[in-house]
């Protein structure tokens, strides 16, 4: 009783971790990296912020609303990413240009011009990120829907 109890605590910390990290990747992109982030970027890394909130009170309440709710902002996320992608290929005309978001001494970067980390797009990045919180949130409703069964059993 007392070992699933604390698996469950672990779980429920790393569950937290991979929703938090790409907030806090996208501030050290930003103030370590100098990487300036555009218009849609700064919506994309307060979605993962929302999704991390609402993770959380998952967590704490165990309610399934959440959970969709959690899943529904990822899915969000994503979309968000390929209108991001479609800028950046010059698929979509870019309206997000006209909204410039000063950071104390920055302007935004332009959404059409893609920022890159090892190489890789950083919508890319986020796509792939997504994938992992979609499959870290089933992964920890799985588990805790089979040790909650086993408790009551």
Known sequence: ????????????????IITV?????????????????????????????????LAFLYILYKK???????????????????????IELHIFESSCDSFKIINIDKISSSCAIPQYFITIKLTFWNIFYCVIEIFTI????????????????
């Open 1 to 16: 009783m007392i070992i699933n109890k604390i698996s469950q605590k672990y779980l429920s910390i790393l569950f937290l």
């Open 21 to 53: 990290c790409p907030f806090i990747t996208s501030f050290i992109l930003e103030y370590f990296l100098q990487l300036i982030p555009c218009v849609l970027c700064l919506i994309e890394r307060w979605i993962h912020f929302s999704v991390f909130i």
């Open 64 to 86: 399934n609303w959440f959970f969709d709710i959690v899943f529904f902002g990822i899915i969000v996320n994503i979309l968000t990413t390929i209108y991001h992608i479609g």
């Open 138 to 153: 089933f992964l920890y409703k799985f588990l805790t829907i089979k040790k909650i069964d086993v408790i009551k059993s």
